[in-house]
């Protein structure tokens, strides 16, 4: 019983392509997240959303696009992949005492 | 600008003894500090946390030192255990507003406990 989930776990994928990663947290938070962990091996918010509502937006391209459809998933759309794209996303949730619970993260490599 | 720096990449450790990593911040406006652990191919799982009003936690084996005055905060772990090789991340935590907490995560020292 995985508290948070992502899927895929490696995505490898041509420049230009759309692609998707999606996250599922059954852990019952309201607010989930997504960061990028570069190259450098920094861990950077890209997005988090609270009850459906884009709350934190980082300086991100909007090709990068969240998407909710409920209080437990949330995904991440990737429009027109560059090869700068390539790194580990990971989904988090929050708990009502701020730690934030992490997935296992999708390796992203655009070729 | 790095607001949360871990400036030892790495940290070798004999089994049995005390690991002490260390963490800087720049931002007087964090609220509560965190420590994560990440084994490879994983995501970050919690450790232990500290409130910007206290300056000690400890957890079992975890103590969290926080110095405010320093800027600094420091993770112990004794004894050490080779289960506890892995990558230990700083994070210090922002109210960013609509009752949400923004984290800011240092680059990581990875920890080796040698057998």
């Known amino acids: 019983d995985t508290a948070v989930s992502q899927t895929p776990k490696y995505l490898v994928t041509q420049m230009g392509n759309d692609k998707s990663i999606k996250c599922e947290q059954n852990?019952?938070?309201?607010?989930m997240y997504w960061y990028k962990q570069d190259s450098k091996k920094f861990l950077k918010i890209m997005f988090s959303y609270n009850n459906k509502e884009l709350i934190i937006n980082e300086t991100v391209p909007n090709r990068f696009s969240p998407k909710s459809p409920d209080k437990a998933h949330l995904n991440l759309h990737i429009n027109s992949l560059e090869l700068g794209d390539s790194a580990v996303y990971f989904c988090?949730?929050?708990?009502?005492?701020?730690?934030?619970?992490f997935g296992p993260g999708t390796r992203l490599l655009v070729l | 600008d790095q607001q949360v720096k871990q400036n030892s990449p790495s940290l070798s450790v004999q089994e049995g003894r005390i690991s002490i990593l260390n963490c800087d911040y720049t931002n007087s406006m964090f609220d509560y500090f965190l420590w994560y652990k990440k084994y490879p191919a994983e995501g970050p799982t919690f450790l232990i946390s500290?409130?910007?009003?206290?300056d000690k936690n400890e957890d079992g084996r975890f103590t969290v030192f926080l110095n405010k005055s320093a800027k600094h905060l420091s993770l112990h772990i004794v004894p050490s255990q080779p289960g506890d090789s892995a990558v230990y991340f700083c994070?210090?935590?922002?109210?960013?507003?609509?009752?949400?907490?923004?984290?800011?995560f240092g680059k990581g020292t990875k920890l080796s406990v040698i057998p």
């Open positions: 500290i409130s910007s009003i206290k």
């Open positions: 852990l019952g938070h309201d607010t």
């Open positions: 994070a210090a935590a922002q109210y960013s507003g609509a009752g949400s907490y923004q984290l800011t």
């Open positions: 988090a949730s929050r708990d009502t005492q701020e730690t934030q619970y």
